[in-house]
């Protein structure tokens, strides 16, 4: 064969080689590639477990609590921090719901916080819960959720970082004890002057009305007119006496933390009261008040604070220029639907500084220390405190929020009609001071058989011999058997005893006094004791129990 004749064998077996040779190149760049590509994923995957390596290691290792939860809050990974926290080991505490170390009070709000992080309405959410350990122990924990979601956006898990916050709130709460007691001293002296005026005229018209009766039956009308308006004045001032101490009791009471409806206007005026005597000689005062609702907030830090204002503004001011100076105090609804309370300081005073922040440049105290408790307290109760200096007027205003209509005060309703007549009933008073003892006898003798003991265990000795009381009237803190050790002993002699003792104190401020009213369920009533209450008070329990008692007769002051 030619070669001629041979050239189309040989070119269709070139192209075939060309064409084996092209497809094993791209075989051989296809596997190249795809080993590449395994590499490539290999690589990914090994960051990715890496990754979660480092992810778990920080999760377990963490200092604080963190923890991970599925929708239904069931806890599906956590980090010794927070089994630390919790009081229980990781492997106690892994897939159980989270909640269930929640004090029940705050449950609710930790379920619908992670509902509506499932449902997407949120990606984040944070607030301050209580966790009960198992030992008994709790401990206030800020807790933030956060959502994880898959590339369509869907619910996968959230990512909980706990923070123990306990310490902080123990921190706070001496910081209001310095505060209050701060505040105590700085009253000191303007007080004194307050409780010696009506004191004045208590005693001088005391002393007055016995000389006027010493003629005894033979006393002249006129002389007897002038006994009964002197003991009406002496009780004016005795009621001033007791307002007095009133509204110091209330400023030695602990905040109890809790935000409830508060008489805002109440607050302002005890706070005013209290603060008479050390504006005396530094500036004239003014108090208006337009009605308000209720405001939330907790009613010993409110008057503490507004106090604390009050006490910062006069004490900026130069003795003996009270002419040129006005303190002015206002109290008002906004249209915002916040309750503002002013104070503003009118007279000579630096101008504004650029900072107001900064108590003395804003001219607003020597060092500002009422401020910075009114600050704290203010924002504990999730209001706002602001200040404005001007030239001739520096202003320290309060803004809080309306409590909620369901929760606020209920409207004061006419003053209680005097109770008719009852039963006669049998009254026991336990009192180590002589003179309540008698006083009280006084009071209700006319209507009710009247003992007096002057001890917890003189009380025990007359129960137990018997008949049983129908009231007993205790005060709270004696010398040897206290009350609350008396009714600790009726409880477990006599129940029934236990059941009919109504506390009389002149102020539960310890902390054990205050835990101890607020887990019994007795009635309390506050030293000065009004007669026409006391009477009611015995009359109502004689006709009904004491157990029975209308809520709004007895107030516990704890």
């Not at 190249?32 to 395994?38: D, G, I, Q, T």
């Not at 239904?72 to 159980?96: E, F, I």
């Not at 001219?363 to 009422?370: E, F, H, I």
């Amino acid at each position: 064969m030619s070669w001629l004749a041979a050239l189309p064998w040989v070119l269709a077996v070139s192209a075939a080689v060309a064409w084996a040779a092209e497809r094993a190149r791209r075989l051989r760049s296809r596997s190249a590639s795809l080993r590449r590509e395994s590499a490539s994923a290999e690589a990914a995957r090994a960051a990715r477990d890496d990754a979660e390596a480092r992810f778990r290691a920080a999760l377990l290792d963490a200092g604080v609590g963190l923890a991970q939860v599925d929708a239904r809050g069931t806890l599906l990974d956590c980090n010794d921090a927070l089994a630390r926290l919790l009081g229980a080991g990781r492997a106690a505490l892994l897939g159980r719901p989270l909640d269930q170390a929640i004090q029940p009070g705050d449950r609710e709000s930790f379920q619908l916080a992670l509902g509506a992080l499932v449902r997407g309405e949120r990606d984040r959410e944070a607030a301050e819960r209580t966790f009960l350990r198992p030992d008994g122990g709790a401990r206030r924990l800020r807790c933030t959720l956060a959502a994880l979601r898959g590339e369509a956006g869907e619910f996968r898990s959230a990512i909980g970082l706990l923070e123990d916050v306990t310490e902080r709130d123990a921190l706070q709460a001496r910081l209001a004890d310095a505060d209050r007691l701060a505040a105590l001293g700085a009253l000191a002296g303007g007080v004194a002057h307050e409780l010696a005026d009506p004191l004045a005229y208590v005693l001088g018209n005391l002393s007055f009305a016995r000389e006027q009766l010493s003629g005894g039956a033979a006393t002249p009308p006129e002389a007897l007119a002038q006994a009964r308006q002197a003991l009406d004045e002496a009780h004016q001032g005795a009621t001033r006496v007791g307002q007095v101490v009133g509204d110091l009791r209330a400023l030695s009471r602990p905040g109890t933390g809790r935000l409830e409806p508060v008489d805002a206007a109440a607050a302002l005026r005890a706070a005013f009261r209290l603060a008479e005597g050390t504006l005396r000689g530094r500036a004239r005062a003014s108090l208006e008040v337009v009605p308000a609702p209720p405001v939330l907030g907790d009613p010993a830090r409110l008057g503490q604070a507004l106090l604390g204002l009050l006490l910062d503004a006069v004490n900026a001011l130069p003795p003996g220029q009270e002419a040129g100076h006005l303190v002015r105090l206002e109290l008002a609804p906004e249209a915002d639907g916040r309750v503002r309370v002013a104070v503003e300081v009118h007279g000579p005073g630096p101008e504004a500084a650029p900072a107001p922040a900064a108590a003395a440049a804003a001219g607003w105290g020597a060092d500002g220390l009422g401020l910075a408790a009114a600050r704290r307290a203010v924002e504990a109760m999730g209001g706002e405190l602001a200040l404005a200096a001007a030239p001739g007027l520096r202003t320290a205003t309060v803004r809080l929020a309306v409590a909620p209509r369901a929760d606020r005060l209920s409207p004061a309703g006419p003053a209680p009609a005097a109770p008719e007549a009852g039963p006669r009933g049998r009254v026991l008073v336990v009192d180590d001071e002589p003179y309540v003892g008698k006083t009280l006898r006084r009071i209700l003798g006319q209507a009710h058989d009247v003992e007096v003991v002057a001890s917890g265990e003189a009380a025990l000795e007359r129960l137990a011999a018997g008949p049983l009381p129908d009231v007993i009237l205790c005060d709270l803190m004696m010398p040897g058997m206290t009350g609350m050790a008396l009714h600790a002993e009726l409880v477990a002699r006599a129940p029934a005893a236990a059941a009919r003792v109504i506390f009389v104190t002149g102020g539960a401020v310890q902390e054990g006094p205050r835990r101890f009213l607020e887990a019994v369920a007795n009635p309390v009533l506050e030293k000065p004791l009004s007669p026409d209450l006391l009477r009611r008070v015995v009359a109502e329990s004689v006709r009904r129990g004491v157990a029975a008692l209308p809520p709004d007769l007895v107030t516990p002051s704890i």
